[in-house]
């Protein structure tokens, strides 16, 4: 079963660097909606329940997202918040030991992305969402998803960089 992990880790990885260089969000939630249902297959090889129930509720929540897209709106508050809860309810089921609250509060981190306009805020939980993910996919065994959080990181880190993120305002 590990090495079947590590497998659809690793073309869970690929979908997620062909989706941040995306150029269209249609294609982009399409390719995340898509890896996000291969992560969480990838915990549940592993056992690791509290990144696959993370990963498939990332998943529903850019379903959520691509269909309000498609119609040029946001997601209503409500399904947000929704969602929020749907988060916390699934870490109390899924909570094993202190790393298991890692990818609830990066669920949360994403779902919380929902509701801003503001790309450097985006960028900054981003960034904290995808450094917590890596030492929980380290710690659980899911080595090749690591490849797509360093992709991340780095791509959010030349984004901050070349935006100004890191200026003071």
Known sequence: MHIAAQIVGFIASVI??????????????????????????TFVLLIQYAGATASLLSAIQSVVVYE?????????????VILIIAILVAGLFTYTDPYSI??????LLFAS??????????????LIAMLLWSIYDFVSGAYTIILSDGFTIASTLI???RYGDFKKK
């Open 16 to 41: 997620m660097i062909v989706a941040v260089q995306s150029d269209q969000k249609k294609y982009f939630l399409s390719y995340l909606i898509l890896c996000n249902f291969l992560f969480a297959l």
């Open 68 to 80: 309000h897209e498609k119609r040029g709106k946001n997601a209503p508050k409500w399904l947000v």
């Open 102 to 107: 890692l990818p609830i509060l990066c669920t």
């Open 113 to 126: 992305l929902v509701l801003t306009k503001d790309m450097r805020l985006v960028r900054i939980e981003t």
């Open 159 to 161: 984004a901050m960089i």
